[in-house]
């Protein structure tokens, strides 16, 4: 599953919610992704007058258990 969020008071935050089965995979996932070749030259030329995100948080989060 995967979402996209926004606050209603700062809409130039997005939140990206991903739902992984485990935070290995997880890990091993995003680091294959800012590895890939294909992925560095669309973000180099995408951000050539600057960058298109200022900050990026990783937050794991794990299910209540009521």
Do not use: C, H
């Not at 995967?2 to 991903?18: C, H, L």
């Not at 935070?23 to 560095?40: C, I, K, S, V």
């Not at 669309?42 to 209540?64: A, F, H, R, Y």
């Amino acid at each position: 599953m995967t979402q996209f969020w926004t606050a209603s008071d700062d809409p130039d935050v997005m939140y990206y919610i991903v739902e992984w089965s485990d935070r290995e995979t997880m890990e091993q996932a995003w680091l294959a992704f800012r590895d890939n070749p294909e992925w560095q030259v669309i973000k180099d030329n995408t951000e050539q007058d600057g960058p298109l995100v200022q900050s990026i948080e990783s937050t794991p989060l794990d299910p209540l258990k009521l």
